[in-house]
């Protein structure tokens, strides 16, 4: 899953790696930094393994207010 | 693009989260944390950009030793 900064809300991360890749010369415009958390969750197929997911993302692993969530879901 | 600490490598973010998550009494088997960096470059077409990228990581984004690197361009 990638769990990303929403657009308007601050990224301090980004910022500072734009100012720098600047510095070095480089022609970037923007730069946002988020997280991918790859997961393996035991679950009956795909469904059930987002479910798991979105029930983590609730609990733990994004802040819906400041953070926008892709899940993205490989069975094994 | 994501920067992902590579396969051995420790990963106490991961680590971290995966705990939590057990606590909390979800199936979660491995976690691993890494980065999203979504970039807006100038650039003459995508391998021209992909070379801007794989530059920017050699310099700035990624450490070879201990992280993997995925490049994804979408053209605008």
């Known amino acids: 899953m990638l ?7 601050l990224d301090p991360q980004g910022a500072a790696v734009e100012g720098s890749l600047r ?3 480089f022609p970037v415009s923007s ?3 988020g997280k ?14 987002r479910k798991h997911v ?4 609730e609990a733990l692993l994004a ?6 969530v892709e899940i993205q879901i490989e069975e094994e």
């Open 3 to 9: 769990v990303r900064p929403k657009q308007g809300i």
């Open 23 to 25: 510095k070095l010369g």
């Open 31 to 33: 730069v946002r930094v």
């Open 36 to 49: 991918v958390i790859d997961l393996e969750v035991q679950a009956d197929g795909q469904d059930d393994a």
């Open 54 to 57: 979105e029930r983590m993302c």
């Open 63 to 68: 802040n819906p207010l400041i953070e926008s």
